[in-house]
């Protein structure tokens, strides 16, 4: 837990070096908020073959905040790959499993972020709410 605060820390800083404090860690907010947005709509929707489309949504809104955002929506998918929900390990079938899908997720995520248009990954029939 040490190492990961460290290196969160340390990426924190690293990624205001060009912007003030304050206006990293807003923009850092509201692409939480972003996140936090894109993944309640997931689970809202429950429309099967829709999370890349989600994972690069978020991203993507984050991302469009700043480098701040940009910041906060990697930290968020890179922990969330690495450490599954704990609900994982006792409700299988909940949210995909294995690498295969995690290195999916993580092309959506980095495709977002990159400013690219997250409707690439949008399945035919998500109500246009979404």
Known sequence: MKLFTGLLFCSLVLGVSSESWFEFIGQAYEGTKDMVRAYMDMREANF??????????????????????????????????AYPRVTDLFRHG???????????????NRWGRSGK????????????KY
């Open 94 to 108: 909940d949210s995909g499993h294995g690498l295969e899908d995690s290195m999916a997720d993580q092309e959506a």
């Open 48 to 81: 099967i073959g829709a999370d890349k489309y989600f994972h690069a949504r978020g991203n993507y809104d984050a991302a469009r905040r700043g480098p701040g955002g940009a910041w906060a929506a990697e930290v968020i998918s890179d922990f969330r790959e």
């Open 117 to 128: 248009d997250p409707n690439h990954f949008r399945p035919r029939g998500l109500p246009d």
